[in-house]
DNA sequence: ATGACATGGATCCCATGA
C-alpha cells in the first residue's frame, strides 16, 4: 500500500498536477492538505473518475484537508477535525480506516498542522496546542495497535539537516525549540519519521518558497511527514519525495511523499 | 550575476502562508 501525503496549495489550481499524479504514480491512499475550498468545490468527479473515494473537510479560502483512497481499497470509520477542541473551527484534520482484501487495514490521517508565525500572535499557542492535541489523540489511536499514518504538512522542521540554511529559520515557528521539542514529544508516543528512517541523508526537502529564486537554488525545508506507528514501521518498506513535481508550471510550493508498506 | 511569490476574496488592496 502506497500512502501520499501532499500539501496542494489550492486543489482547483493543482488539479491538473493531481490527476497526473495519480495516473503516473497510482498511490493508493492520497493525504491532501490546503484544499483552500469548500467540499461542494472540490472536484470530485474528476478524483473519482481517476478510481478513488473521496473523503474532504474543506474550508471558504483557507486550509481544507482531504482523503483519496483508491479502489479496490475502501475508507471506512472518517473522522473529521482532530478531537481536544470544540471551539477549533480550522479544517486542518481527517482521518479514515483504509482497508481492502488481502490487505491489513490501515488508520490514515491527513494534516494540516497550523504555520504558528508570527510567533508574538496567538497564532504560536495555538500551533502548541494542536500538536499536543494531536499527541493525545495519537495516544488513543495507537493504543488499538492498527498500524496508524499520521502524514501532512506539519509545518515542523524536525532538524537543522531538514533545512538547507538553518540558520536563516531559528526564531521561526517552524523551527523553534518549542516547536521541534512538540514535535520530538510527539514521536516519543512510539511514532516513526517514514521518510527519514529510509533515507538518512540531509537534503532531502519538501517545501521551496516561491520566492527569491528558493527552488532553482535548492533552498528548501523538510517539512512534509509521514509518522508511522510500530504496527505500520514493521511494514515500512521504502520512502521518496517526488521532488520533480516542483519543476511543473504551476507548481504546488510542496512536493508529494510517499511511503510503502507491505500488504500485512 | 544569480532571480525577483502565490492564492482567494472581494478589490483596485489585503490576509495568509512558510
Not at 100 to 129: C, D, H, M, T
Amino acid at each position: 500500500m502506497r500512502i501520499t501525503t501532499w500539501n496542494v496549495n489550492s486543489i482547483k489550481q493543482r488539479v491538473g498536477h493531481l490527476l497526473a499524479f495519480l495516473d503516473e504514480a497510482k498511490p493508493d491512499v492520497v493525504c491532501l492538505q490546503e484544499l483552500k475550498c469548500q467540499d461542494d468545490a472540490f472536484p470530485r468527479a474528476e478524483v473519482e473518475g481517476a478510481g478513488y473515494a473521496v473523503e474532504t473537510l474543506g474550508q471558504k479560502a483557507y486550509n481544507g484537508v482531504a482523503l483519496l483512497v483508491r479502489a479496490p481499497l475502501a475508507v471506512s470509520e472518517v473522522r473529521r477535525g482532530l478531537p481536544g477542541d470544540p471551539e477549533d473551527e480550522q479544517a486542518r484534520y481527517i482521518e479514515g480506516l483504509v482497508a481492502g482484501e488481502g490487505v491489513a487495514p490501515v488508520r490514515v490521517a491527513s494534516i494540516y498542522l497550523p504555520n504558528g508565525n508570527p510567533v508574538a500572535s496567538a497564532k504560536y499557542p495555538y500551533k502548541l496546542a494542536f500538536l499536543e492535541r494531536l499527541r493525545r489523540h495519537a495516544r488513543r489511536l495507537m493504543e488499538a495497535e492498527t498500524a496508524l499514518v499520521l502524514a501532512g504538512d506539519y509545518n515542523v522542521i524536525p532538524e537543522p539537516e531538514d533545512a538547507a540554511d538553518p540558520a536563516a529559520w531559528t526564531s521561526d515557528a517552524l523551527f523553534l525549540p518549542q516547536s521541534r521539542a512538540a514535535f520530538r514529544t510527539l514521536l516519543a508516543e512510539g511514532l516513526t519519521d517514514g521518510l527519514r528512517a529510509c533515507d538518512p541523508r540531509p537534503g532531502l526537502y519538501t517545501f521551496w518558497d516561491y520566492q527569491a529564486g528558493c527552488w532553482p537554488r535548492n533552498l528548501g525545508i523538510r517539512i512534509d511527514h509521514l509518522l508511522l506507528s510500530p504496527q505500520a514501521a514493521d511494514r515500512l518498506v521504502s520512502a521518496s519525495v517526488q521532488k520533480h513535481l516542483r519543476g511543473l508550471d504551476k507548481p504546488s510550493d510542496h512536493v508529494p511523499v510517499t511511503v510503502e508498506l507491505s500488504d500485512g
